[in-house]
């Protein structure tokens, strides 16, 4: 009966213990897997937030090389010189025009502020026309701000709606103005101006299939937003994001400033979150099934252990060795879960986007290829690390020679990934691979419990820029070993205890 008892209780007890883990798993799961996406939004959003900067400001720079070629063209200056009609500027002015659908317009006006050639069109891509009716820009604030700059220097606005005799245009036009003076022998001519649409342009900026972008100049309005109805409307970043992942990357137009806002998108984090509940699920399911069986194994070989212990005091040591096992085993499950975290999360945002771009119709072959070979290498890379803990786990009692440096690397496989996670920095200093004849499992458990020791001291201490040292040398026909760590050091009342049998 008591025997009975035992072995219910052992049972339950195992279940209850492995419940405990498969939750703990769970939990941290959980809690890494929002880090990991936090992380990973910043880092796609740095990233394509990098790429827009780049064609905006490759987009500025190539409007202002074409304004100062056009201001250094011999037809050009010939007709600044000369102030009357040339058929060559007019045909350069309309084919620059021809060439550049987003011009708006092309004007040059002389050193009294008068225009005296203007050509320009209503909308991207119409028809250009030669304006007859020309103003006098003498009292307009930038002219007179230009007139007064170098030769060279270029004017560029701010990102502005059209105005046209002292109106805002409806509908609403997004532009830019760039400007440069025309000098001829240094002395001041007029100014050659270039108006460009930017709509279309700033359209295809904030275009992104993962994120909303929007676009924000220095007075706090929206220049471009991805719900058109709010252009130009006062803009509120924080109700914008509405506690999404977002950030924000600085765009410049000459020395205004302009924000570029990329906030998570609400469909894809939906879809994000409705995979990582169904893979939770799928890893926890398959964590109840795996403990049942560990559980009625594990439980069906320990319930001799009654009878053992009953007749023999000295077992006692195998039921001790037996828990230190279950132990590891604990540890090696959460270091595989720590392991699977990160191809996980890769594979779950592979299928994502796979299936964002299915959707929009806008899969290649190619793309598809790539996406499966990848998520196949995150998979093959979670079978080696199963493979990995296997072996290094693997009883084996025999003496071979090994390198030293090998059977450090096999250790770093095991714990290579909480130490980077921790952001400890590990070194390794060997001239050359050192030989040596011993229990290569047994070797490597010692090196395990020395480099996670040094973790746990940098970690509980909180040292900043945490370091493990390991220096492997020959000496003397000796081998030396040193794991060196900037955790302060052992305690005094410690060291005297160091080697002695463990309680």
């Known amino acids: 009966m ?118 320009e069109r209503d909308r991207e891509s119409q028809k250009i026309k030669k304006t007859q009716s020309l103003q006098d820009k003498a009292q307009r604030d930038y002219f007179q701000e230009i007139s007064k700059m170098e030769q060279n220097e270029v004017f560029i606005s701010n990102i502005d709606l059209n105005v046209e005799h002292e109106k805002v245009e409806i509908p609403h036009k997004s532009v830019i103005r760039f400007a440069t003076p025309v000098y001829i022998k240094e002395k001041f001519k007029g100014i050659l101006i270039i108006n460009v649409f930017m709509d279309a342009f700033l359209q295809n900026i904030i275009s992104s299939t993962l994120y909303d972008i929007s676009l924000v100049n220095e007075e706090g309005y929206f220049i471009k937003h991805h719900e058109k109805e709010l252009e130009w409307t006062k803009a509120d970043i924080k109700d914008e994001a509405k506690e999404k992942k977002h950030l924000l990357q600085p765009l410049f137009v000459g020395v205004h ?47 001799n252990i009654f009878d053992l212990v009953a007749l023999q005091a000295q077992r006692l040591d195998t039921l001790l060795q037996n828990q230190s096992k279950l132990a590891e085993l604990g540890e090696m499950v959460a270091n595989i879960a720590h392991q699977w975290r990160q191809p996980l999360t890769r594979v779950s945002l592979i299928l994502q986007n796979l299936k964002a771009f299915k959707t929009k119709e806008k899969m290649s072959d190619k793309m598809f290829n790539d996406s499966m070979q990848s998520a196949l290498s ?84 909180a040292v900043q820029d945490g370091k493990i040292n390991i220096n ?13 760590d900037n955790a302060l050091g052992i305690e005094d009342e410690l060291k005297e205890k160091i080697f002695g049998p463990l309680l």
């Open 2 to 119: 008591n025997k009975l008892k035992f072995g219910i209780k052992l049972f339950f007890s195992y279940i209850i213990f492995t419940l405990i883990l498969i939750l703990s798993i769970a939990v941290v799961h959980l809690y890494f897997s929002k880090e990991q996406q936090t992380q990973q939004f910043l880092k796609e959003a740095k990233l394509q937030s990098g790429e827009k900067k780049e064609k905006f400001d490759a987009h500025i720079k190539m409007k202002k090389d074409a304004l100062l070629a056009v201001s250094q063209n011999e037809q050009f200056l010939d007709f600044t010189f000369k102030a009357k009609e040339n058929y060559f500027v007019d045909l350069l002015f309309l084919t620059l025009m021809e060439a550049n659908k987003d011009y708006m317009q092309m004007r040059y006006i002389d050193k009294n502020g008068l225009e005296l050639l203007r050509f």
């Open 257 to 303: 400033k302009v924000d570029m806002l990329l906030v998570e998108n609400e469909a894809t984090l939906q879809k994000t979150k409705n995979y990582n509940n169904k893979m939770i699920g799928v890893i926890l399911l398959f964590a109840v099934i795996m403990a049942l069986l560990f559980t009625v194994i594990f439980t069906k070989a320990l319930k």
């Open 472 to 484: 492997i040398r020959e000496e003397n026909g000796s081998i030396i070993i040193e794991v060196c």
């Open 378 to 461: 995150q998979i093959e890379f979670m079978s080696n690390t199963v493979d990995n803990f296997r072996d290094f786990y693997k009883n084996d009692a025999s003496k071979t020679e090994f390198f030293i440096e090998d059977a450090l690397q096999s250790v770093l496989n095991i714990i290579g990934e909480p130490i980077r996670h921790s952001n400890i920095k590990l070194s390794i200093n060997s001239s050359q691979k050192t030989a040596l004849f011993a229990n290569k499992n047994e070797f490597s458990q010692v090196l395990l419990n020395l480099i996670v020791n040094a973790k746990d001291a940098i970690e509980e201490r």
